[in-house]
């Protein structure tokens, strides 16, 4: 039986590129993809590393990454996602909440025009609340209307709209690089907010009450 290990040690929001990647082999061996995906692996590694020169701890102030956590403190952000940005969405919120720990939301389009979206119109009575679209240029055109549309809608309500776009050729890659910019973007709001993204307590407290 073929065994693609991932390496030990990591917290599982740190190993996520070393998870993916092998859910990707195991699609290639089962036969789901057309082809072998390393030359796809490759090149995100390659995108992702141009990243770490655009936008990581080197990079100005004034960067997208560093730009976009500046707005972000006192806020609740609420990350939207459609078609491949979907999962990215999710990955987002999670970060939020794991590394400076604050309540985050995320949803897809179109689900939340079933609800979600009547929340915005009273959502500055509650708080501050600041909606982020992940876009890609695979989106649908109907996806992409949609998103535009309700971004305006947002905006029209009182609250901050960013949009981010992911970057690269292949799914794969923009969709690495949309998680790598939140991933940055979380560990940066911890820098503003002075919080270190590393202690689980209240997660372990409950897993140890669980036994």
Not at 65 to 93: D, E, M, Q
Not at 104 to 116: C, I, K, R, V
Not at 146 to 165: C, N
């Amino acid at each position: 039986m073929p065994v693609i290990g991932v390496p030990s040690g990591f917290l599982p929001r740190a190993a996520v590129a070393y998870m993916t990647t092998s859910v990707y082999e195991v699609a290639a061996l089962a036969g789901v993809l057309p082809e072998s995906p390393e030359a796809e692996i490759e090149a995100a590694a390659t995108l992702l590393e141009e990243l770490v020169g655009q936008l990581g701890p080197e990079a100005p102030h004034d960067s997208s990454a560093k730009a976009l956590a500046a707005c972000l403190p006192g806020h609740v952000p609420v990350v939207y996602g459609g078609g491949i940005t979907a999962p990215a969405a999710r990955r987002w919120k999670g970060q939020f909440n794991e590394n400076p720990g604050i309540h985050s939301f995320w949803n897809d389009l179109p689900e939340l025009y079933h609800n979600e979206i009547m929340g915005w119109e009273t959502a500055n009575r509650f708080g501050k609340f600041t909606a982020i679209f992940l876009s890609d240029q695979g989106l649908h055109e109907r996806t992409r209307k949609r998103l535009d549309l309700t971004a305006r809608l947002i905006q029209d309500e009182g609250s901050d709209v960013h949009i981010v776009k992911s970057e690269g050729d292949t799914p794969f890659e923009r969709v690495m690089s949309l998680v790598f910019i939140g991933d940055l973007v979380s560990i940066y709001l911890c820098a503003a907010t002075d919080t270190d993204p590393s202690p689980m307590d209240v997660i372990e407290r409950l897993k140890a009450e669980l036994g």
